[in-house]
């Protein structure tokens, strides 16, 4: 008889991980599970999304008579409702929306903060390209009762959990909270999130750079000088590197995670912060890729100690494997 295989669930894995760390209270673990429902709900609307001309575009009522959400502010009700009442989190903030979301008043306030970005690459719903959420999560620092806005302003470095799913050829769960990084993807057909990728770590040095280079005219010429160097011949250091782009920072971090290399989002003259928001995307992909063995830098700045002062701020990512990151670097602060 064949060995059987073993499966082992998100749940599982995280009930498992849980009962490593005697002390822990279980709150975490709930936080997680109640994620990986959010996610499913998520995914179960982002596969339909194709169907939208049958079924009634955004803002039109569809055929049963309902009114059509837009995909963005659906995944962003649906992470609030899904995550608001499990007693764990005493505050939310979103990239969707201006202020924190506090808890509804009747429901029990936890430890626990999240922030999020619900979805991620939304200029590329109408042409059926991967889309991701991000997650984010701090213990809070204030005393107790409703969190407040410097429970969500803390330094990367304070995350006791980060993650994002990606709804791709296949939706995949990646998570980590401190003790490496795991992926899990989805079966469909049974509705699990299934190990798929357990300890995942990033190749040192990569052969792929991934920037929307059609800013390349307004960067500085730090900048301008790293995409040149890295598409000048030399075999030894495998270049040309390929570029790779899709304009969902969860596929093209999620690729560079896998594969290696390095994803940019530079500032440039105009907007010297570059475009990504620290909170909800830096932030969380930080902590990932350093558990994954990787590195991520503003250019000058490790991201995970940057000091946030507004829950929408930006930041300028430099993100991937350790030998690129160092090598932007060096040609940022004008080393090279
Ligand atoms: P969001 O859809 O959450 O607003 O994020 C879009 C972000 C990110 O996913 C991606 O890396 C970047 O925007 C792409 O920006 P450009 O179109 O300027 O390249
Ligand atoms: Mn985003
Ligand atoms: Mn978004």
Request: charged share 25%; with cysteine.
């Amino acid at each position: 008889m064949p060995s059987p295989q073993k499966f082992m669930t998100l749940e599982r894995y995280i009930n498992e991980q849980e009962a490593k760390h005697p002390g822990a209270s279980g709150e975490f673990s709930a936080i997680l599970h109640d994620l990986s429902l959010a996610a499913k709900l998520v995914w179960r609307e982002v596969s339909k999304a194709g169907l939208v001309n049958i079924l009634g575009a955004a803002g039109t009522t569809n055929t049963s008579g309902d009114e059509v959400k837009k995909l963005d502010e659906y995944a962003d009700e649906t992470i609030y409702k899904a995550m608001d009442h499990g007693g764990h989190l005493c505050v939310m903030a979103s990239e969707e929306n201006e202020d924190i979301l506090q808890i509804p008043e009747n429901y029990k306030k936890g430890k626990y903060v999240l922030l999020f970005d619900p979805l991620d690459g939304s200029s590329n719903i109408d042409a059926n390209i991967t889309l991701g959420s991000i997650f984010s999560i701090f213990k809070r620092v204030s005393p107790g009762g409703n969190g407040t806005i410097q429970d969500c302003l803390q330094k990367g470095i304070h995350q006791v959990a980060a993650g994002y799913v990606i709804y791709g050829t296949s939706t995949m769960f990646v998570y980590t909270t401190g003790n490496g990084v795991h992926g899990f993807t989805l079966d469909p057909t049974v509705g699990e999130f299934l190990l798929s990728h357990e300890n995942i770590t990033i190749p040192k040095k990569g052969k792929i750079y991934s920037i929307n280079e059609g800013n390349y005219a307004k960067w500085d010429d730090g900048m301008k000088r790293y995409i040149d160097f890295l598409k000048q011949e030399d075999k030894a250091t495998n270049r040309p590197y390929s570029l790779r782009y899709i304009g969902t920072m969860v596929g093209d971090f999620h690729r560079t995670l896998l594969y290696g290399g390095i994803f940019c989002y530079p500032g440039d003259k105009k907007n010297p912060e570059g475009k990504l928001r620290l909170m909800y995307e830096g932030n969380p992909m930080s902590m990932l890729v350093e558990h994954a063995g990787g590195s991520s830098s503003t250019g000058f700045q490790r991201v995970l100690e940057v000091q946030p002062k507004a829950l929408h701020q930006r930041v300028p990512l430099f993100i991937g494997s350790e030998e690129d990151v160092k090598l932007a670097e060096e040609f940022l602060q004008g080393k090279r």
